[in-house]
């Protein structure tokens, strides 16, 4: 739908620059398309998060021979409440990264890790296939390390962002004119897509992996440098033409995605439909391989939902929070 729009898929930890950035950049590669791609996620954190702080209670005094009575037990100190909204760090050795990846993996699949640990986890594991994709001669030890059933999910996504790195940009000079929002809610979005493939035939993972890609599930907000819009990337022109509604709606664009997909051979030809999308052979295999891991383990999509906008420019990657906006 468009062939614009730089977006770093690589951020290793990355370093401050201003209220805007966390971290350092070992190396930046753009894609011509996909505005707020990190797609197989940046830098990954050196330690687990920090799990909730043990409450001790300090020892009773002991009695003394005196008819003084027994000191009162001091009260137990609180459970930290550990802080969601921070930037994970990764870990930059590989056994300690596989440790990290295995607890990332298993809580994006326990359905009792909700709201911001969610959102959490999901940058953590971006993160960490970041690096893993700067630092390739791990993911052997890494992968042999992970659970069987979370295995093929993570080459899968290691291997769509491996494809969508190869779609070089030039380094943008300035940041974009976006402004970055929540995402809609992660069953609101389910629901969405749902109901796209009810009425196209399309599969939803395809329009989630396409949301995913394109505005990193709607995070993104603004004109890409082509006049591309809304959370799939409208062209006005073909979005005059296959939706209805607001080309800004999660919703509406979702399914105007949808339409457009089914009008251009899927979901009987997924191939053709997708290069029709974004005429890049790469940016097609990317999103057959993320819905490929979404259709072989669903719980895969909540990962993908947490994944953040990061930005390269020639001062370094740029993460780019909820209510950033271009000044």
Same mark, same amino acid.
């Given at each position: 739908?468009?062939?614009?729009?730089?977006?770093?898929?690589?951020?290793?930890?990355?370093?401050?620059?201003?209220?805007?950035?966390?971290?350092?950049?070992?190396?930046?590669?753009?894609?011509?398309?996909?505005?707020?791609?990190?797609?197989? &996620?940046?830098?990954?954190?050196?330690?687990?998060?920090?799990?909730?702080?043990?409450?001790?209670?300090?020892?009773?005094?002991?009695?003394?021979?005196?008819?003084?009575?027994?000191?009162?037990?001091?009260?137990?100190?609180?459970?930290?409440?550990?802080?969601?909204?921070?930037?994970?760090?990764?870990?930059?050795?590989?056994?300690?990264?596989?440790?990290?990846?295995?607890?990332?993996?298993?809580?994006?699949?326990?359905?009792?890790?909700?709201?911001?640990?969610?959102?959490?986890?999901?940058?953590?594991?971006?993160?960490?296939?970041?690096?893993?994709?700067?630092?390739?001669?791990? +993911?052997?030890?890494?992968?042999?390390?992970?659970?069987?059933?979370?295995?093929?999910?993570?080459?899968?996504?290691?291997?769509?962002?491996?494809?969508?790195?190869?779609?070089?940009?030039?380094?943008?000079?300035?940041?974009?004119?976006?402004?970055?929002?929540?995402?809609?809610?992660?069953?609101?979005?389910?629901?969405?897509?749902?109901?796209?493939?009810?009425?196209?035939?399309?599969?939803?993972?395809?329009?989630?992996?396409?949301?995913?890609?394109?505005?990193?599930?709607?995070?993104?907000?603004?004109?890409?440098?082509?006049?591309?819009?809304?959370?799939?990337?409208?062209?006005?022109?073909?979005?005059?033409?296959?939706?209805?509604?607001?080309?800004?709606?999660?919703?509406?664009?979702?399914?105007?995605?949808?339409?457009?997909?089914?009008?251009?051979?899927?979901?009987?030809?997924?191939? +053709?439909?997708?290069?029709?999308?974004?005429?890049?052979?790469?940016?097609?295999?990317?999103?057959?391989?993320?819905?490929?891991?979404? +259709?072989?383990?669903?719980?895969?999509?909540? &990962?993908?939902? &947490?994944?953040?906008?990061?930005?390269?420019?020639?001062?370094?990657?740029?993460?780019?929070?909820?209510?950033? +906006?271009?000044?």
């Amino acid at each position: 739908m468009r062939s614009d729009s730089p977006i770093c898929d690589r951020v290793a930890p990355l370093r401050a620059r201003t209220d805007l950035v966390r971290g350092g950049v070992r190396r930046l590669i753009y894609l011509g398309f996909a505005i707020a791609f990190v797609a197989c &996620g940046a830098a990954a954190p050196a330690a687990s998060p920090a799990p909730a702080a043990q409450a001790t209670a300090a020892p009773t005094v002991a009695p003394s021979a005196s008819p003084e009575p027994t000191a009162t037990p001091a009260p137990a100190t609180p459970t930290a409440t550990p802080n969601w909204t921070a930037v994970p760090d990764p870990a930059q050795e590989p056994a300690a990264l596989a440790k990290q990846l295995v607890m990332v993996e298993a809580a994006l699949r326990d359905p009792n890790v909700t709201g911001p640990q969610l959102a959490y986890m999901g940058h953590y594991q971006q993160l960490i296939y970041g690096t893993l994709q700067d630092n390739s001669d791990w +993911k052997d030890t890494v992968l042999a390390a992970l659970p069987e059933k979370t295995r093929a999910a993570v080459a899968g996504s290691l291997e769509a962002g491996r494809q969508l790195r190869t779609m070089n940009g030039a380094v943008p000079s300035r940041l974009p004119d976006w402004k970055i929002v929540e995402p809609a809610p992660i069953d609101d979005l389910l629901t969405y897509y749902k109901e796209a493939e009810k009425v196209s035939g399309v599969s939803w993972q395809y329009l989630a992996a396409i949301h995913l890609v394109e505005t990193r599930m709607g995070r993104i907000r603004g004109l890409s440098s082509a006049g591309a819009q809304g959370p799939m990337q409208f062209m006005p022109a073909t979005w005059a033409a296959y939706g209805k509604g607001d080309v800004n709606s999660d919703h509406d664009a979702i399914l105007g995605a949808a339409n457009y997909l089914k009008q251009s051979g899927a979901p009987g030809n997924m191939q +053709k439909a997708l290069f029709a999308y974004n005429h890049a052979q790469a940016y097609v295999n990317a999103l057959v391989l993320y819905a490929e891991v979404m +259709k072989t383990d669903p719980m895969a999509y909540r &990962g993908y939902w &947490g994944w953040q906008v990061y930005y390269p420019t020639k001062d370094g990657t740029v993460l780019l929070a909820a209510g950033w +906006k271009k000044e």
